[in-house]
C-alpha cells in the first residue's frame, strides 16, 4: 500500500491523522535533523498501522514534508 504523508516537525505529540484515503498528517516532536523526523515517522507510522519497521520506506520527499511512503509485509 502506498500513501501520502504531510510531516509536521517539532510537535508538542506525535500521532497520525487520517485526512481522506490513501492521505494522512503525522505530527511528531523530532526535529528536522540528521534523518531524525523520517525516523521517527517511520516508527510511529509502522506502530499506526501495526507493522514493523522494516515494513515502512520512504519513496520520495525524503527532504520535503509531503512523502510518498510504501506499506508492505516485513520481509
Not at 485526512?19 to 499506526?48: C, F, Q, W
Amino acid at each position: 500500500m502506498r500513501i501520502y504523508v504531510k510531516v509536521a516537525p517539532r510537535s508538542a505529540k506525535n500521532e497520525v491523522i487520517k485526512i481522506s484515503e490513501g492521505e494522512y498528517k503525522a505530527r511528531i516532536t523530532a526535529l528536522p535533523v540528521d534523518n531524525r523526523a523520517n525516523e521517527m515517522l517511520v516508527e510511529l507510522i509502522a506502530d499506526h498501522f501495526g507493522v514493523a519497521k522494516s515494513s515502512v520506506k520512504i519513496l520520495s520527499g525524503k527532504t520535503a514534508k509531503i512523502k510518498l511512503l510504501e506499506i508492505g509485509k516485513s520481509v
